[in-house]
């Protein structure tokens, strides 16, 4: 029987990390300063939970009129110029995640945060075009679950 366990265990295991598939980012900018948190879904023991990663990235260049453009015109060399994606806290549920990231929106640490809600939501594969994406703005707790949750059900396109 304790056989049984520890192969039930060790077969948990094996997909323990960052769940292959999508991610959410959500962002705010006011002119020259960004916050990325990057929603990154996770398995350990076999259960799925959600990782919440930060980056507040500054460029004076961005803080004159067109700050918008020029976050979402960025190359990736220029965004690999910026601090990386640092872990911050994890959430059992969706549900967690969403009121989060409104939280954060109502008393963030961007200006432009001060309206609440987040500013820019964008779902996909976890690359450099996620920054630049025109993404959905969202007021509410539950427009930020409808995006999560396209987020959790969505997959790389079958080949």
């Given at each position: 029987?304790?056989?049984?366990?520890?192969?039930?265990?060790?077969?948990?295991?094996?997909?323990?990390?960052?769940?292959?598939?999508?991610?959410?980012?959500?962002?705010?900018?006011?002119?020259?300063?960004?916050?990325?948190?990057?929603?990154?879904?996770?398995?350990?023991?076999?259960?799925v939970?959600?990782?919440?990663?930060?980056?507040?990235w500054?460029?004076?260049?961005?803080?004159?009129?067109?700050?918008?453009?020029?976050?979402?015109?960025?190359?990736?060399?220029?965004?690999?110029?910026?601090?990386?994606?640092?872990?911050?806290?994890?959430?059992?549920?969706?549900?967690?995640?969403?009121?989060?990231?409104?939280?954060?929106?109502?008393?963030?640490?961007?200006?432009?945060?001060?309206?609440?809600?987040?500013?820019?939501?964008?779902?996909?594969?976890?690359?450099?075009?996620?920054?630049?994406?025109?993404?959905?703005?969202?007021?509410?707790?539950?427009?930020?679950?409808?995006?999560?949750?396209?987020?959790?059900?969505?997959r790389?396109?079958?080949?």
């Open positions: 029987m304790d056989e049984l366990a520890a192969l039930i265990i060790e077969k948990l295991r094996e997909d323990d990390g960052p769940r292959e598939g999508m991610v959410a980012l959500a962002s705010w900018w006011d002119s020259d300063s960004r916050l990325n948190l990057m929603v990154q879904p996770v398995i350990k023991n076999g259960v939970s959600y990782n919440i990663l930060k980056s507040i500054h460029d004076s260049a961005f803080s004159h009129h067109g700050a918008y453009q020029k976050w979402t015109r960025m190359d990736d060399a220029r965004i690999a110029s910026f601090p990386a994606l640092e872990a911050v806290c994890n959430f059992a549920t969706l549900e967690g995640v969403a009121r989060y990231l409104v939280a954060t929106g109502k008393v963030g640490e961007c200006n432009c945060m001060s309206n609440g809600g987040v500013y820019s939501i964008a779902v996909g594969r976890r690359s450099n075009y996620l920054y630049s994406v025109r993404a959905a703005r969202c007021e509410t707790t539950d427009d930020v679950l409808l995006w999560l949750r396209l987020m959790d059900e969505m790389g396109p079958i080949e």
